[in-house]
């Protein structure tokens, strides 16, 4: 069975740091890339970060650039967000996902992706 299990989100005040784990099983791991996405109250899903299967090759949405770091363990099948600086409109709950199909190069963009971890809510506030 396919699973995409999040786990790390919590409530940081602003200008701290969290760090998202996405652990896989199901399928082979290091064939496929994996994305992060976010999803605010009243709000569209985002992208966030995504990674190729190696991890050599990673994107970043603007907002997050030099603020979160995308890292992944192929012998773990666990994909990291490691998120710092973070802000209040970061919060959101908080979506790992995995790419159609394997070496498929990994987007920003949700059609990219066709199974989604259940979520893990990040709460930024003071």
């Known amino acids: 069975q396919l699973l995409l299990v999040e786990s790390g989100g919590g409530l940081v005040q602003p200008g701290g740091s969290l760090r998202l784990s996405c652990a896989a099983s199901?399928?082979?791991?290091?064939?496929?890339?994996i994305g992060w996405f976010r999803q605010a109250p009243g709000k569209e899903r985002e992208g966030v970060s995504c990674s190729n299967p190696s991890g050599t090759s990673t994107t970043y949405a603007d907002s997050v650039k030099g603020r979160f770091t995308i890292s992944r363990d192929n012998a773990r099948n666990t994909v990291m967000l490691q998120m710092n600086s973070l802000r209040p409109d970061d919060t959101g709950v908080y979506y790992c996902?995995?790419?159609?199909?394997?070496?498929?190069?990994?987007?920003?963009?949700?059609?990219?992706?066709?199974?989604w971890g259940q979520g893990t809510q990040v709460t930024v506030s003071s």
């Open positions: 199901g399928f082979p791991f290091n064939t496929y890339g």
């Open positions: 996902a995995r790419v159609r199909t394997s070496w498929l190069p990994c987007s920003l963009q949700l059609a990219t992706y066709n199974y």
